[in-house]
């Protein structure tokens, strides 16, 4: 999806209704949803490959020029002109978010739409190996039951990692993958077992429930204030967060799941994988609108804690 930005200032309230009147100073288009993942993946040194459905529309050619504005490899972009292409639109002044406007649709692929997306990825499989695979559901409708399982089977098959953010819609779809990270809310709502995310044995117990039905190696459950819990089995490690100063939320999900899939696609070791990852998710906070992580801060923050 593109995330578009208005910034400017508020001096006034509108005489037609009482709101503010933004008067704007400059305009941005960024890559946001799974295409925020992949800026975080390349951003840490690794080659991303997008694979995504775009609308046959203005928005969809303004993404592409974004791609190559990034140089990322877009074998895997697909257009349809069944559906426009996600644009979240936010207007933002003096570091605040006024409003958000949405222009999407959320329906599943159409049949024609699903097969010409696996057919998509089953070409890539044909001639790639990729380290890592992750799957970043924003609940727009490409992630369908059928895409889901037919990723999750294949790269099983291959012996690929796959990591996944999800949503409540396809909680429990992503059966037999790697690692699993909802945050505290989505998993609330997709075991339907309410808890106090203080209390680590009972989240302990809701991660057991969900396991249960994915049967996921590692779970990862980001905890907001309260930093990350990861579980492997019987073993887990409570991360707590750092103290930041807290400016925008907005993509930190995406950085966790990106450094989380890089850590696990390295080897690295149940710890490894949640510090790094909450290290810097919280690092991402620190900054108006959605960008991703830098390397180097990254790295140097991680040595000085």
Partial sequence: MIDAYYWGKVNRISPEAPVPVVEVTHREERLGGAANVALNVKALGAEPIICCVVGEDDKGHAMEDLFDRHQFRKDGVV???????????????????????????????????????????????????????????????????????????????????????????????????????????????????????????????????????????????TLSELGVLIKEQDSHIHIPAHRREILDVSGAGDTVISVASLVLACGGTLEQIAQIANLAGGMVCEKTGVVPVDKEDLLQEAERL
Avoid: W
């Fill in 79 to 221: 257009h349809s002109s069944e559906r426009p292409t996600t644009v979240k639109t936010r207007i933002i002044s003096g570091g605040q978010h006024i409003l958000r406007v949405d222009e999407e649709t959320t329906r599943e692929l159409s049949g024609e739409e699903e097969q010409l997306f696996i057919s998509r990825m089953r070409a890539l499989f044909e001639r790639e190996t990729p380290d890592v695979i992750i799957l970043e559901d924003y609940n727009k409708g490409v992630l369908t039951q059928g895409v889901i399982r037919y990723i999750i089977d294949e790269a099983n098959k291959r012996n690929i990692p796959t990591t996944v953010d999800p949503k409540k819609e396809n909680f429990f779809s992503y059966e037999g993958c790697t690692l699993f990270k909802p945050n505290l809310k989505e998993l609330r709502e997709g075991t339907k077992i309410d808890f106090d995310k203080s209390d680590d044995e009972a989240l302990i117990r809701a991660i057991n429930a969900m396991e249960g039905k994915l049967g996921n190696r590692i779970s990862l459950v």
